[in-house]
């Protein structure tokens, strides 16, 4: 498994050399550095924990000596043939990992859109717009029943949107920078700019 953290830059769009247009994400991608290595054995799961963005030596806390970063991330290991021996704590992690026309999968904190109404934070479609609703279009209805006389946990309303752990799969890479440590990878994915970003193959 191929992982790495970094920093969505923005979108824009690649041609290819039939004219093709890709809309595609640009993501600041590493250099990564891993900060803590967790086996089965010692620790009952095997993980790799990540460390992006260095921190100025004055920001340092006395707990965060030997994890100097401002983001971290562990990986947690899934197939138990998979070995994590070739790595070790120190480590350097850039793009050079990835290669184009790979699959991945990227996550990242949502954008926060504030308090959101049903019809614009799950989709219900809303009342009709005559024939007695002049002013309800954008109205829940009923929120409850006879029994059990209250509203049931997990009912849809209004409320907080946005600012969640999104995943979008099956995601293709366009391009490798490595030199400036860049991936653009095809259509959007969760976050605003400078937000962190987490990629690894599927």
Same mark, same amino acid.
């Given at each position: ?93 850039? =793009?050079? #990992?990835?290669? *184009?026309?790979?699959?991945?999968? &990227? @996550? +990242?904190?949502?954008? $926060? ?60 890479? =366009?391009? #490798?920078?490595? *030199?400036?440590?860049?991936?653009? &990878? @095809? +259509?959007?994915?969760? $976050? ?11």
């Amino acid at each position: 498994m191929k992982f790495i953290i970094g920093k969505k830059v923005g979108m824009t769009q690649i041609y290819n050399k039939d004219g093709n247009v890709t809309p595609v994400t640009v993501i600041e991608a590493g250099p990564c550095f891993v900060t803590q290595i967790k086996t089965k054995e010692k620790d009952g799961y095997k993980s790799i924990q990540i460390g992006f963005d260095a921190l100025k030596a004055k920001k340092v806390t006395k707990s965060q000596k030997g994890k100097e970063y401002r983001f971290l991330k562990e990986f947690v290991i899934q197939n138990d043939s998979e070995s994590i021996e070739s790595h070790k704590i120190g480590d350097k992690i850039s =793009v050079d #990992v990835f290669a *184009e026309g790979e699959k991945i999968k &990227v @996550s +990242g904190i949502s954008k $926060g859109r504030g308090f959101q109404g049903v019809v614009k934070r799950h989709g219900f479609k809303g009342a009709p717009a005559s024939h007695g609703h002049p002013h309800d279009q954008r109205k829940p209805g009923s929120i409850g029943a006879t029994f059990p006389e209250r509203v049931i946990k997990g009912k849809r309303m209004a409320g907080h949107m946005g600012v969640a752990k999104n995943t979008v799969k099956n995601l293709k890479i =366009v391009t #490798v920078d490595i *030199e400036n440590n860049l991936l653009a &990878v @095809s +259509g959007p994915v969760p $976050g605003h700019n400078n937000s962190l970003i987490e990629i690894q193959t599927i």
